[in-house]
């Protein structure tokens, strides 16, 4: 995703932190589902390399509600109290027909992608 995205607010919050700027703090407990892009390649590849699949389909995600809070601490930068976690994805059929886990939880979803972001701008 280009890290300037308009239509993903976790790029372009992070590309703010990675240029010096503190972001406006988000609330903490908002949030909602989210995947890390090596992980929703991997849980697709499962799909497509499957021997039997029992549904026509599959929920592609972490499983788990993302918190902006746990972005924010990630990236070293202040939220704020308040917000309400938003919705999330079942996964049960992703991982009961392939095996699927995720790898990557926020804080490590983020160092991976800031990382990355050292050797590629864009």
Same mark, same amino acid.
Request: charged share 20%; glycine share 8%; aromatic share 8%.
């Given at each position: ?34 995947? =890390?892009?090596?992980?929703? @390649? #991997? ?6 390399? $499957? %021997?039997? !699949? +029992?549904?026509?389909? =599959?929920?592609?995600?972490? @499983? #788990? ?6 972005? $924010? %601490?990630? !990236? +070293? ?46």
């Amino acid at each position: 995703m280009d890290p300037e995205s308009p239509f993903n607010f976790i790029p372009p919050y992070v590309s703010a932190v990675l240029r010096g700027e503190t972001p406006a703090p988000l609330y903490a407990e908002d949030g909602g589902d989210s995947c =890390y892009a090596p992980d929703a @390649g #991997r849980a697709i590849a499962l799909l497509i390399t $499957a %021997d039997r !699949l +029992n549904h026509t389909t =599959y929920n592609v995600s972490s @499983g #788990r509600p993302m918190r902006n809070g746990d972005l $924010a %601490d990630a !990236l +070293n930068v202040p939220s704020k109290p308040g917000g309400q976690p938003g919705p999330h994805l079942d996964i049960s059929r992703l991982t009961a027909d392939t095996g699927f886990i995720p790898q990557y939880d926020t804080a490590e979803a983020v160092a991976h992608y800031v990382a990355w972001r050292s050797e590629n701008s864009r």
